[in-house]
C-alpha cells in the first residue's frame, strides 16, 4: 500500500470521487468525449451494441467468468482445510470473494439511487431524456417516464472488483500485476459501455474510484473480525511450542535415568535387575530350565555351550582358564534359563 493506510486510501478514495465527479461534468469532458463516438448525421454510436461477437468478448463473456471465478473462490473458502494453499492465502482471497460480492452489488444500488440518465437515452444522442447534473432534479415538464438507472457504471465495476488482487500477493511486483489487470479489465468493460452510449466517461471514473474505497472497506473489516483469531493463533502455537520443548526435556530426562538390563559387569559375570535377581534368587525352581535334548536341534553353537557348562560343573573339573571358568558358567546357565533378560 505504499506506506498509506486502508482507512487513508478510503479517504482519498472518497475525496477524489467528488472531484472526479464533478470535475469531468463541469468541464465538459463528458459529453465532448460522447459527441467524438456519436455520428448525429447517421444517429448511431460508433459501436453497435447488438453486434454478436463484440457483445460475447466483452459483455456476456467477462459476466461468465467472473461468476465461475466467484464459485472457485466460494469453493475455496468452503473447503480451506482440504487445500494446501489456504494458510497462505486465506486473506486474499476472503477479500477478492467478498469485494467480487459488493462492489457490483453496492454500485447496482447507486444506479438506483441517483436517476441518472444514460447517454443513448438523452435528446442531445437522439433520446427523449433532457439532460440534468448529477445532483439536479429534472424539471417538472421533463421528467421522465421511467427511473434511469445508469450512474455509476455497473458493468465495469465487476472488472474493478479485481483491484482486490492486489491483497492476495506480498511481492510488490505481483501487487503491480494484479493493479494492471484490475484496471484493464474495469476499462475494457466500461470503454465498451462508452462505445455504445451506455454510459459517460465520469460514470466509469466513479465506478472505478468506489470500488477501491469499497474494496479498503472490506480490507478494514476483514482485518478487524480476524485480528484475534490471529493473536489466539500465535498464541495457541507458542504454548504448543512450549509443551513440546517441555515434553522433549521431560524425554530426556527419563532416558537419561533408564538402565538397560541385563548389563555385564567388569568381570564379564551377567547382571539382572535387583528385583529379577532376587526373584531368581529366592525361587529357582520358578525359572524354567530348556533340557539339553531341545538344544540339539537348536545349532552348534547352543550344543558346545550346553557341552561345556557340563564338562565344568563336574567336581573336580579343573581344565580350562580361571576366566573362562568364571565366565563361562554363569552366561551359560542364564542363557538357558527362560527368565534371562527383559
Known amino acids: 500500500m505504499s506506506g498509506i493506510s486502508n482507512a487513508k486510501h478510503v479517504v482519498l478514495a472518497a475525496l477524489a470521487l467528488l472531484l472526479c465527479s464533478a470535475g469531468l461534468e463541469l468541464g465538459g469532458i463528458d459529453f465532448r468525449l460522447q459527441s467524438l463516438l456519436f455520428d448525429a448525421a447517421r444517429q448511431q454510436w460508433i459501436w453497435s451494441g447488438a453486434e454478436p461477437i463484440t457483445r460475447l468478448l466483452l459483455y456476456d463473456g467477462p459476466k461468465r467468468v467472473l461468476l465461475v471465478a466467484l464459485t472457485g473462490l466460494a469453493l475455496s473458502l468452503l473447503l480451506h482445510r482440504f487445500l494446501p494453499y489456504m494458510p497462505r492465502y486465506a486473506r486474499g482471497i476472503r477479500i477478492l470473494f467478498l469485494s467480487l460480492i459488493l462492489v457490483p452489488a453496492s454500485v447496482s444500488g447507486l444506479k438506483a439511487a441517483t436517476n441518472v440518465a444514460c447517454p443513448k437515452a438523452l435528446t442531445d444522442f437522439g433520446g427523449a431524456v433532457t439532460y440534468v447534473g448529477i445532483l439536479e432534479r429534472y424539471p417538472p415538464d421533463a421528467r421522465p417516464a421511467a427511473r434511469q438507472e445508469c450512474f455509476p457504471a455497473a458493468h465495469a465495476s465487476g472488472g474493478f472488483a479485481l483491484l482486490a488482487l492486489f491483497f492476495l500477493f506480498g511481492s510488490p511486483r505481483n501487487r503491480r500485476r494484479a493493479i494492471y489487470v484490475g484496471l484493464g479489465a474495469g476499462w475494457v468493460m466500461g470503454g465498451y459501455k462508452i462505445a455504445i452510449g451506455d454510459h459517460f466517461l465520469s460514470h466509469t471514473v466513479v465506478s472505478m474510484l468506489w470500488a477501491w474505497l469499497v474494496i479498503n472497506l472490506i480490507v478494514i473489516g476483514d482485518d478487524r473480525l480476524h485480528r484475534d483469531d490471529a493473536g489466539a493463533q500465535r498464541l495457541s502455537t507458542r504454548l504448543r511450542m512450549r509443551a513440546a520443548l517441555s515434553g522433549l526435556r521431560l524425554s530426556s530426562r ?50 558346545n555351550a550346553e557341552a561345556s557348562r557340563l564338562s565344568l560343573m563336574r567336581p573336580g573339573a579343573s581344565h580350562g582358564p580361571a576366566w573362562c571358568r568364571s565366565a563361562l558358567i554363569p552366561d551359560a546357565n542364564q542363557t538357558l534359563l527362560g527368565g534371562g533378560g527383559n
Open 254 to 303: 527419563r532416558l537419561g535415568s533408564i538402565r538397560t538390563w541385563p548389563r555385564s559387569s567388569a568381570a564379564g559375570r551377567t547382571q539382572f535387575p535387583p528385583g529379577q535377581a532376587r526373584k531368581l534368587a529366592a525361587s529357582p525352581r520358578d525359572a524354567k530350565v530348556m533340557p539339553v535334548a531341545s538344544l540339539r536341534g537348536g545349532g552348534k553353537f547352543f550344543r
